[in-house]
């Protein structure tokens, strides 16, 4: 099955703590990309890779890393979790033409204390 | 990516009443993609529209894009409940996905 799967579904950490949000797709998409939903400020994205080694500032990016060694995996890596960090995170990817749909994943919520 | 203003931001219908929710941008769109979320769930793919003025319909769901690609709308007849979420629009860039913008989203609520 044709599928983004993002771990863990929900996580609460203290800050400062690291940690990683994993993405995985088996679609064999060039283009990824996290995005960031919080109340009232609908889906903003945070990295976004169009390839393998390839990643780019999205609008929200203060606090985040990511990488892209391998086609399959994103994943979203906080090195000094803060409060504001509290929020929903979506992984999505799609190929790279701009009409491609977003496949989306079902969602890490992430509680920062 | 292009930047969309989305409107209303809520909207609450009663079982069976219509619903529209507007994506307007102030530059041309290369296309618009529409998605919906329901609550608790992620963002699902409906549909894409890319020619100007062009119209698609998914059961009681219409979708248009404007003459000069600066606007889209959704519309739904005869809301049920399982139409509960949120709506979003988006567009892409000139040359490829990249920098996404998504709307605000509409979230839509129905009165039984």
Known sequence: ?113 | GQQVMQIPQYQHVQEGEDFTTYCNSSTTLSNIQWYKQRPGGHPVFLIQLVKSGEVKKQKRLTFQFGEAKKNSSLHITATQTTDVGTYFCTSGGDFGNEKLTFGTGTRLTIIP
């Open chain 1, 1 to 113: 099955e044709a599928q983004v799967t993002q771990n863990p579904r929900y996580l609460i950490t203290v800050t400062g703590k690291k940690l990683t949000v994993t993405c995985s797709q088996n679609m064999n998409h060039e283009y990824m990309s996290w995005y960031r939903q919080d109340p009232g400020l609908g889906l903003r994205q945070i990295y976004y890779s169009m390839n393998v080694e390839v990643t780019d500032k999205g609008d929200v990016p203060e606090g985040y890393k990511v990488s892209r060694k391998e086609k399959r995996n994103f994943p979203l890596i906080l090195e000094s979790p803060s409060p504001n960090q509290t929020s929903l995170y979506f992984c999505a990817s799609s190929h790279p033409e701009s009409n491609s749909p977003l496949h989306f994943g079902n969602g890490t919520r992430l509680t920062v204390t």
